[in-house]
């Protein structure tokens, strides 16, 4: 009886047109479409489908109907979702739709480039952070409370507050306060942003770019609130000493920030005396990023006083600062204590051949840099002269005597030198690179040092890395072989491989036609044998 009344529903005339005379309206008929399906769902044979007409009237008017989930079946529900709008409202598809082909037909026709790998595999995920993103690029210089779009931004981030992880603006025109989004969003865990705007031709003011006090301000309570936030990014932001002051209130209490980025600032050696409290065992940071600021040799005496009790950071990036000799030879002494820091990029930071001596013992006692930079340093002068040979010697007497251990090393063992002209400080430095067990890259370029004697040094620590990877060091030197030589060599070698194939062929096929022929005589000699024994 269940299945001939469903079957009686999904055929009246009424549950597809207005009954006459109005006695039935559409929001009645629209209704119960649902219940149509469900009943055609009930009584039909396994091998017939709900009406097509129906699914479509479902689609049309999604936002009407409340958990459909419960009123159709799997495969009717990814029909009809198959089905929907893509300009469904956000706040609306937000709430009401989980279907993963639906968010992804709708950031694939809206972000083309967007990537689902970088969103936690989720394509809700992805559009509705992309969509929060642009949202807030977007906003006016000057926005009142109260506003409009102000209050329909919010009700956007309240919609996917469950969805948001991180976000990432690139430029952020206002000066709004942005508590209303950590408040909002439970589950933010990275956050970056750089205030100002792009592309703004020649309506440029000075006003328009950099953090004010103000936004200092409020994203220090921000980050003080916030329970769940590892990830800060803030580059190009022009942040000072006194912001890093005020900014300091809030990641005083970040005991929860693993990665900090700050870099492109202008951010000087009272700044980084600040920021190098972050390396305290209080904290658990791991990736700091100072590079493009204005640190000279007392901030980077102080963070590198901070990392020699760490036991958490394992990246420091000082590019392109001004920390020169005494800063970097005072980081080079902490890092013979610290056994966590795997990677450093100190490069240009106008260091010369007097940090060679630190530099070297550093190399002898760490064993768990994995990666140096210190491209683009004039560590090698053409014309060094006597005085910078003296400078050298007394700061050899002074960094111990690590160095010479490695020298005797190299008498003991073969020497990975040879053949080259090089001595002195650079002639320990290569040997503890190339020696070192631990470090798998590193970067020499704009160093001034010999051609010959940086690519040794290269060469030694790539083997080194191809092994820890578990490549084949010969199968790399053939394909870099191939990869450098003309393209006549190349060329050459392809026609001779092609031409001895064809050799080996042809003496196949001559093995062969020798075969046959030796057949053909055998059978004529057997011929001649029977026709004797005829006759």
Not at 98 to 121: I, L, P, S
């Amino acid at each position: 009886n269940g299945g001939r009344r469903g079957l009686q529903l999904a055929q009246q005339p009424s549950a597809c047109c207005p009954a006459p005379g109005g006695s039935r309206g559409r929001g009645h008929d629209e209704a119960e479409a649902p219940h149509q399906i469900q009943g055609s769902r009930k009584g039909e044979s396994a091998t017939q489908k709900p009406r097509a007409d129906l699914l479509q009237r479902v689609a049309e008017n999604f936002l009407s109907y409340d958990n459909l989930h419960l009123k159709l079946g799997r495969k009717q529900l990814e029909d009809v979702y198959a089905m929907l709008d893509l300009e469904i409202p956000l706040p609306e598809a937000a709430q009401r739709i989980n279907d993963e082909n639906y968010w992804k037909r709708r950031t694939q026709a809206k972000h083309r480039n967007a990537q689902v790998e970088k969103h936690g595999m989720s394509w809700k995920q992805t559009f509705l952070e992309l969509e929060l993103q642009e949202a807030l690029e977007q906003v006016p210089i000057t926005v009142e409370y109260g506003n409009p779009e102000l209050e329909a931004l919010k009700q956007q981030v309240m919609a996917s507050r469950l969805h948001v992880f991180q976000l990432s603006i690139s430029q952020f025109p206002s000066h709004l306060d942005l508590s209303f989004l950590f408040d909002a969003l439970p589950a933010l865990s990275s956050f970056g942003i750089t205030y100002g705007n792009r592309r703004l031709g020649m309506d440029y003011e000075r006003a328009m770019f950099g953090m004010k006090i103000s936004d200092a301000q409020y994203l220090a309570r921000d980050i003080r609130v916030s329970q769940t936030l590892v990830s800060l990014s803030l580059p190009c932001n022009m942040i000072d000493d006194e912001l890093v002051k005020v900014l300091m209130g809030g990641l005083s209490y970040g005991h929860m920030l693993t990665h900090l980025d700050l870099s492109h600032n202008k951010i000087g050696d009272r700044g980084a005396r600040r920021l190098a409290s972050l390396l305290d065992p209080d904290y658990c940071l791991q990736a700091l990023d100072l590079s493009d600021n204005q640190i000279h040799a007392n901030g980077c005496m102080h963070l590198g006083a901070h990392l020699a009790e760490n036991v958490t950071c394992q990246v420091l990036n000082l590019r392109l600062n001004r920390c020169e000799d005494n800063g970097v030879s005072h980081l080079f002494q902490d890092m013979c204590v610290n056994k966590y820091l795997q990677t450093l990029n100190i490069s240009c930071n106008d260091l010369t051949v007097r940090c060679l001596p630190y530099l070297n013992s550093m190399l002898a006692e760490n064993h768990t840099l994995a990666e140096l930079d210190i491209s683009a340093n004039p560590l090698h002068v053409a014309e060094e002269g006597e005085q910078s040979a003296d400078a050298t010697t007394h700061a050899l007497q002074d960094a111990g005597a690590a160095e010479l251990d490695a020298t005797n090393l190299g008498d003991a063992e073969e020497d990975p030198l040879a053949g080259l002209n090089v001595t002195g400080q650079f002639a320990i430095f290569a040997r503890c690179l190339m020696r070192s067990n631990a470090l798998l890259r590193v970067d020499l370029r704009q160093c001034g040092l010999a051609a010959d004697l940086a690519e040794r040094i290269t060469t030694a620590v790539k083997h080194r890395e191809l092994r820890a990877k578990g490549i084949p060091v010969e199968a790399y030197e053939k394909s870099k072989l191939a990869a450098n030589a003309p393209p006549e060599v190349a060329e050459e070698e392809v026609a001779e491989e092609g031409e001895g194939e064809e050799g080996e062929g042809e003496g196949q096929e001559g093995e062969g036609g020798g075969e046959e022929a030796e057949k053909v005589e055998e059978g004529a000699a057997e011929e001649e044998q029977k026709e004797k024994e005829g006759e």
